[in-house]
């Protein structure tokens, strides 16, 4: 007996899946080990080793879906013209691509940004903070994945 | 053609800090992704975001492919002066969409 869903269909509905689930299942991606992402980290501060505090990271413990993770990072120091907040670097380790975002500020506003990324897997993320001084902090928070959210 | 979206206070006192919404419609395809035939699906995202007040950069986002689809930030400036905000996201292929609107500090 033929299959009722065309060709055509199947693909659209293969192609359909959220990115972030892909990423878990595509063959051959490969994850990034927490020496290479102390490295990326160290790479986007210029060489700062960072050290724990300032920064805050604000995600859900379990993510019933790895394509949409909402994130709110900031960090509690001034944003005065001689003293401020440079970037903030968010990293999800297990990611075939660490990196998912940076953020460049001036000496406006406050240092928080909101988004959504993208997790592969359960796994640790890790926000960076440079500061004007040339410093560096950052937080780690650990992201539950639901199985089966990728529906696969 | 993705839609940007903003929204943020038309005015505000001078010095106060406000918050600014951003919006558009793209798929971030992350370029791991492959489709039944095993072919990789190029990656096209937005890898650019920059908001400007009145000509001067005030806030850039380097995105990557673990940016969800239709990215959205939220992030803070301080009302200074009046002037266009202006927002640009840049493509992958080399779009760029932009969006200008007008802040009015009292």
Partial sequence: MPSPQSPRRRALILALPAAGCALALAPGAALASRAEADEAALRLTGGARPKDGKVRLKLPEIADSGATVPFTVSVDHPMAPDNYVKAIHVLAHDNPAPQVASFHFTPTGKAEVSGRLRLARSQEVRAVALLSDGSAWETRREVKVTVGGCGG | ?106
């Fill in chain 2, 1 to 106: 053609m993705p839609t940007p979206k903003v929204k943020f206070p038309e005015t505000a006192a001078r010095g106060e800090i406000i918050e600014i919404k951003t919006l558009i419609d793209h798929d971030m395809e992350s370029g791991q992704r492959k489709d039944m035939n095993g072919v990789l699906l190029p990656r096209r995202i937005i890898n650019r975001f920059t908001c400007a007040l009145n000509g001067k950069v005030v806030f850039t986002a380097e995105l990557h492919p673990g940016i969800s689809a239709n990215p959205g930030l939220t992030f803070y400036i301080t009302a200074s002066e009046s002037g266009p905000l202006d927002f640009t996201w840049e493509d992958d292929d080399g779009s760029r969409y932009t969006l200008s609107r007008p802040l009015t500090v009292k």
